[in-house]
């Protein structure tokens, strides 16, 4: 079965720093990986997506974050923090049958 | 489309008391999803549904837990009794296409508080 291991409960950053956010999975095949935000009393929004191709893949807000198979990992990054990027971030993976498997979250904190 | 709708959006009940959850998920969607989220356990998938058939329910807790979806735009998960520890954010996601390689869209979840 599919995994997802989020290493960072907390990560704090000064704002204009660069953030990079662990996330490793466990699938047995290609995996389908994903990324989402979610702000405080609000449901999850997708920041990006890796199906296949360019393992390097860019989403909204500025993020982006690179598959490596061979360390089964797919982190975010962002080269320079606003203080409205604070949130909880997810990392998921789906794979077949549809199952989407949530990794348990890392609490982006900025400091201005 | 208004996206993935969950009413109610919180909820205080009784311990002992039946508790019905709604979704309707976003049209032409057919696959939804059932998430609880805790501050102890993070987000865990309850149960999920392919073209209203329900493919995985190996994450319900128990046998309190049951989960509907009688047609393509309505879901229902009911806690029957609730108990304390019941608490938490119930959110209901729906995506497209059945391969997994799709965004799953999040409603904005129901808070549950079971005193």
């Known amino acids: 079965a599919q995994s997802v291991t989020q290493p960072d409960i907390h990560i704090t950053v000064s704002e204009g720093a660069s953030l990079e956010l662990r996330c490793n999975y466990s699938?047995?095949?290609?995996?389908?990986l994903f990324w989402y935000v979610q702000s405080p009393g609000q449901g999850l929004q997708l920041l990006l997506k890796?199906?296949?191709?360019?393992?390097l893949v860019q989403g909204i807000k500025g993020f982006e974050a690179e598959f490596k198979r061979s360390q089964s990992s797919f982190n975010l990054r962002k080269p320079s923090v606003h203080w409205s990027d604070a949130a909880e971030y997810f990392c998921a993976v789906g794979a077949h049958g549809n199952k989407l498997v949530f990794g348990a979250g890392t609490i982006l904190r900025v400091k201005s | 489309d208004a996206g993935v709708i969950q009413s109610p959006r919180h909820e205080v009940t009784e311990m002992g008391q039946e508790v019905t959850l709604r979704c309707k998920p976003i049209?032409?969607?057919?696959?939804l999803f059932w998430y609880r989220q805790t501050m102890m356990r993070g987000l865990e998938l309850l149960i999920y549904?392919?073209?209203?058939?329900?493919?995985?329910d190996s994450g319900m807790p128990e046998d309190r837990f049951s989960a509907k979806m009688p047609n393509a735009s309505f879901s229902t998960l009911k806690i029957q009794p609730s108990e304390p520890r019941d608490s938490a954010v119930y959110f209901c996601?729906?995506?497209?296409?059945?391969?997994?390689?799709?965004?799953?869209?999040f409603g904005q979840g129901t808070r549950l508080t079971v005193v």
């Open positions: 549904f392919n073209n209203n058939v329900p493919i995985d």
């Open positions: 996601a729906s995506r497209q296409g059945a391969g997994g390689n799709t965004e799953a869209f």
């Open positions: 049209s032409g969607h057919n696959s």
């Open positions: 890796y199906f296949s191709g360019d393992t």
């Open positions: 699938y047995g095949a290609t995996p389908y």
